[in-house]
């Protein structure tokens, strides 16, 4: 005996048939059935068969504007949803993206703000639509300058200072795009405040250790001056060009005790665009008649006089050079002075206290170079008195 699947096994299965086709097909073989009873009954009345004639034709009709109307409701469903779909995308970008965005109409005022804007700029979301940029912004001007920038053509990229709503001052990187929608306008903020000090740090760190190379390059080439016997002009001379790129002098003295409180010029070096004139004539100098070498003396970090015009008991101490402002350290061997080392310009307030600091680093390798070359010389002479006496031994001996 067959199964009831059995006998079905022939028939098609009407699964997945939509219902408009089943209703479609039933109203076209009701439209054939009346047209045929009408074809039979009624055959010698056409007006009868033309009015079933138009009957089946609206059938017709209605059938293909209901099909039409399904399948206007799908594309719109399938539209709705694939909008609904992408707007949820970018909903979830424009809220969950961590730089601030806002949307700005002609005036530059917010029409729209994602919670990161809220965040970096210090108000709820409420209060930020409807603002305008300016009453953020740290400078007066730079709402204009950012007006002509969103309005200009393509994205437009750079930095600017805001002001929070606590009053709070943060810098923040900025892209904008002019006219993405009508008369709308993107702006991206990011805080770059942080970054920007981190930068300042670095910079300054990076001036500070270019210093200290600088000046261990400056001891360095004054160190290595003791290395060499040479004749204390050229000592000096070198001692006074390598500190020139770094204390900025237009005139350079060495001033060195001959007896107790009196200096002589053992060396005078003019800079002036890079040239070098050297004073032939040795000038002493009586360091109690000038406070501020009797001062410099006694003071084993130097002196700084930034304006010598401030100062009422100032007097220059050489004949050709008027000074604005003098800087000046003590030459020390041990616990004994052996001389200054002195820089002048014109100009007032040209010298700083890390000029200072520097003439003060120098001045050790300085009066050790001092030193080396006075011992030099003394060789030099016992040298050329020795020559001269084996030169003539009879004199030597009488």
């Known amino acids: 005996m067959r199964s009831p699947d059995h006998a079905l096994q022939g028939v098609p299965s009407l699964r997945g048939v939509s219902p408009f086709r089943v209703a479609a097909a039933g109203i076209a073989c009701a439209a054939v059935a009346l047209a045929a009873a009408m074809l039979s009954r009624f055959r010698s009345q056409p007006s009868l068969i033309l009015l079933g004639i138009a009957v089946i034709v609206l059938c017709i009709m209605a059938l293909l504007h209901a099909r039409f109307l399904q399948l206007a409701q799908t594309r719109f469903l399938l539209t709705r949803e694939s909008l609904d779909r992408r707007d949820y995308e970018f909903h979830s970008v424009f809220d969950r993206s961590l730089d601030a965005i806002l949307i700005l109409d002609d005036q530059l005022i917010c029409q729209e703000a994602n919670p990161a804007a809220s965040r970096l700029l210090g108000v709820d979301h409420h209060r930020l639509v409807g603002r305008s940029m300016g009453q953020f912004s740290a400078d007066s001007i730079e709402p204009s300058l950012l007006w002509r920038r969103l309005l200009g053509e393509g994205p437009y990229r750079g930095r600017m200072e805001l002001l929070r709503a606590d009053g709070a001052r943060i810098l923040a990187e900025f892209t904008s795009s002019a006219n993405m929608l009508p008369s709308r306008h993107l702006l991206m903020l990011r805080d770059s405040t942080a970054q920007v000090r981190a930068e300042e740090v670095r910079s ?57 409180g009196r200096l002589f010029l053992a060396r005078e070096v003019c800079s002036e665009i890079g040239k070098t004139h050297r004073s032939e004539f040795a000038e002493t100098v009586d360091s109690g008649a000038f406070p501020v070498l009797m001062q410099t003396l006694e003071q084993r970090g130097g002196l700084l006089v930034s304006d010598t015009r401030l100062e009422s008991d100032w007097r220059s101490f050489t004949r050709e050079t008027t000074a604005g402002s003098w800087l000046g350290v003590p030459l020390y061997t041990e616990e004994e002075a052996i001389g200054i ?40 002479i016992f040298r050329a008195e020795l020559e001269r006496h084996l030169s003539n031994p009879q004199r030597t001996e009488n």
């Not at 020139?244 to 003295?253: G, Q, R, S």
């Not at 080392?341 to 100009?347: A, G, N, P, Q």
């Not at 890390?354 to 030193?371: D, G, N």
């Open 204 to 260: 300054r760190s990076l001036a500070v250790a270019k210093s200290n190379f600088l000046e261990a390059q400056v001891l360095r080439n004054a160190t290595l001056a003791l290395t060499h016997s040479v004749p204390m002009n050229a000592v000096l001379d070198n001692l006074l060009e390598n500190v020139h790129p770094f204390i900025p002098y237009e005139t350079a003295h060495v001033l060195l005790l001959e007896a107790p």
């Open 341 to 380: 080392l002195s820089f002048v310009h014109t100009s007032p307030n040209r010298f700083t206290a890390e000029h200072l600091r520097l003439a003060a680093s120098l001045a050790i390798p300085a009066s050790l170079a001092v030193q080396n070359a006075r011992l030099h010389e003394r060789a030099e």
